[in-house]
């Protein structure tokens, strides 16, 4: 098994960021802003990317005081059965995010793609937090012929 690691420090609150990280509302700030379901444990989450597609996620772990955990169940091959973890730590004026979207089965081209588009788009939260607006899709930043 191989995983996808970031880590990138914001200039914000450890809450304003988990709030991003952890409810529809926020997620559709700078990841898509085809974002819907609940957040709770248990709950499902979906994500969509018009003609790209789209995940749905199970919601494992809301924590407040830094952590959000995300398995999976619907999207490509690829992502099904992984999960994505958020951990966040304060740390004086920053909020330390290090980003873990583990149990890819192999280092396959799309990992590589969906690597740099994870980058993007934690840039793009970088940016809702600190100033108020992020680039979800439709409006991220376009690195291939994928998207």
Not at 49 to 67: S, T, Y
Request: a negative charge; aromatic letters at 10%; glycine letters at 10%.
């Amino acid at each position: 098994m191989v995983d996808i690691l970031h880590r990138v420090g914001v200039v914000a609150p450890l809450d304003d960021v988990y709030r991003a990280v952890a409810t529809p509302e926020g997620i559709a700030g700078w990841w898509t802003t085809d974002t819907v379901g609940k957040s709770a444990v248990g709950e499902q989450l979906a994500f969509r990317f018009g003609d790209a597609g789209g995940f749905d996620m199970e919601v494992l772990r809301l924590d407040p005081a830094g952590q959000v955990r995300w398995r999976v169940t619907d999207g490509p091959a690829e992502w099904i059965g992984t999960e994505i973890d958020w951990r966040l730590d304060q740390r004086g004026d920053y909020t330390i995010i290090n980003f873990k979207h583990e149990g890819w089965r192999e280092p396959v081209e799309f990992m590589h793609h969906c690597s740099t588009k994870w980058a993007t788009f934690l840039l793009s939260l970088k940016e809702l937090v600190e100033t108020g607006r992020g680039r979800p899709a439709p409006d991220d930043v376009k690195i291939s012929d994928w998207h």
